[in-house]
């Protein structure tokens, strides 16, 4: 079975600012993936006539299947359209039928065509048209030297219409579905990506199908399993048996996969033990809190929190004792746990977490930046009070302590 090598150019200036992402590559990679067509690179090029010409080159000679984005509109950058002329010598015609439906849609709402308009109805001579159903310009396929060219607004609607309707069908014929790809990513928190790599060392030495790669993410480590097989059983049961030989290992410190976040997987959790949980933030300044609401339903779990920023505050609002503060300071292990311990009376929950350190600039009551303590208490008298030294910056220390207060949860409400 011949393998085809993909590739996807995105045209934009606006991508390399990074005034948005390219969200147009990732989702083609998935939609190329289900048909067994690997991907090799994502290339993005500014409006410039001269470096769109010479990334359609190279996409010419490492590609089969090309895949371009962006750059047909009816602006003098957009360039799309005369690179690729430049590279193939093709000629260029007006299309009729989409010139007619651009004529149309300014009709329609009653505002004058300018003559820039007229471009893009501007295709390939000789090529596959292919119809833009809620856009102006169409999509092209476009065969050139043993190569297909696919042509697409960068308009993520328009782009994704097009491909359903397109583009798929092509894909589908062209490979008769004779090898899938699928991916599962598996999520763990509390395990940093060198433990989880050398844990799973000979197993990621032997890969080959599925393959096995560590992944670094801001809310902790994933794994992604990726298989190539010709149906989807067998894909699932590749998949399957690769991940429990991983969780075998690493199970502790798994807690979900795919579109899965810890803190969904908490509050479920919560949901399934009845329990509400509150806390009381100093340093995190209501992070922790965040997260847990952002989640669909948490208002069933999470009544609320304090962010006690100030001295005062956690010996007011919260009820921190004075001789705790004056003999112990507002960073301690003592601090802590009347925090967690005063929040879970006074939101009338089952479980408290508190969060108070030092997240910089400078050194507080003696003690360095980056000290941080997090209490847990429960109604049934537990407790707990761990200590953390994290560094980086202001921002870097207020989120991993909110992520570690979330590690804490979900370890408490799993066991």
Known sequence: MRQYKGEIVAVGTELLLGQIANTNAQWLSQQMALYGINVYNHTVVGDNLERVEEAFKMAQKRSDIIIVTGGLGPTDDDLTREAFEQISGMEMIEDKTSMEKIELFFRNHNVKMTPNNRKQARVFKGSTVL???????????????????????????????????????????????????????????GIGESS???????????????????????????????????????????????????????????????????????????????????????????????KIVSVNG??????????????????????????????????????????????RKLLRSDIGISFTGIAGPTPTEGKPVGKVYISISDVNGYQKVEEFLFTGSRSSIRKRASLKGLEIIYNYLKS
């Open 298 to 343: 948490a208002s069933f779990v999470c009544p609320g929190g304090i962010v006690c920023y100030d001295a005062a505050i956690k010996q007011e609002v919260l009820g921190v004792s004075e001789e705790t503060i004056q003999n112990k300071g507002t960073v301690s292990e003592e601090c802590a746990h009347e925090m967690s311990e005063n929040v």
């Open 131 to 189: 119809k833009n159903s809620v856009g102006m310009a169409p999509g092209m396929r476009v065969e050139f030297a043993e190569k297909t060219w696919f042509f697409l607004p960068g308009v993520p609607r328009e782009m994704k219409q097009i491909t359903k309707e397109e583009i798929i069908p092509y894909l589908h014929q062209l490979t008769d579905k004779e090898q899938i790809i699928k991916s599962l990513v598996l999520k763990f928190i």
């Open 196 to 290: 989880l790599e050398h844990e799973l060392k000979d197993l990621i030495q032997a890969q080959s199908n599925p393959t096995i790669a560590p992944l670094a993410q801001e809310d902790g480590v994933v794994i992604r399993l990726t298989a190539k097989e010709k149906s989807e059983e067998k894909l699932d049961e590749l998949l399957y048996h690769t991940k429990m030989q991983i969780l075998a290992r690493v199970g502790e410190f798994y807690f979900g996969e795919d579109n899965d976040v810890i803190e969904q997987v908490i509050v479920e959790l919560l949901k399934k033990q009845n329990k509400r949980i509150a806390a009381a933030e100093s340093l995190t300044g209501g992070l922790f809190t965040e």
